[in-house]
């Protein structure tokens, strides 16, 4: 238990301030390996949350589209 909470704040460590450092259009799909570096070779080929993974790989213009369409989709299917 207390190595996934330190293997996530490992990685949340790095990713929220690499999306801080370039929140409009991201890295690139699929970069979050190449750019993590010492993360990837740990196994962790993405940031263990989508939302993460999609501001890091879209950025805000990027990004945001998917989270979008999730959150709409699961509107529509509630009810809502």
Not at 9 to 32: C, S
Not at 45 to 68: A, K, M, R
Request: charged fraction near 15%; aromatic fraction near 18%.
């Amino acid at each position: 238990q207390a190595y996934r909470y330190r293997r996530r704040t490992a990685i949340d460590a790095f990713t929220l301030p690499a999306i801080a450092n370039n929140p409009i259009f991201g890295y690139g799909i699929e970069t979050f390996s190449k750019v993590s570096g010492e993360l990837a070779n740990r196994s962790w080929p993405y940031p263990h949350q989508y939302i993460y993974q999609y501001l890091f790989e879209g950025g805000i213009v990027f990004g945001l589209i998917p989270v979008y369409s999730s959150l709409s989709l699961t509107t529509d299917l509630e009810g809502g």
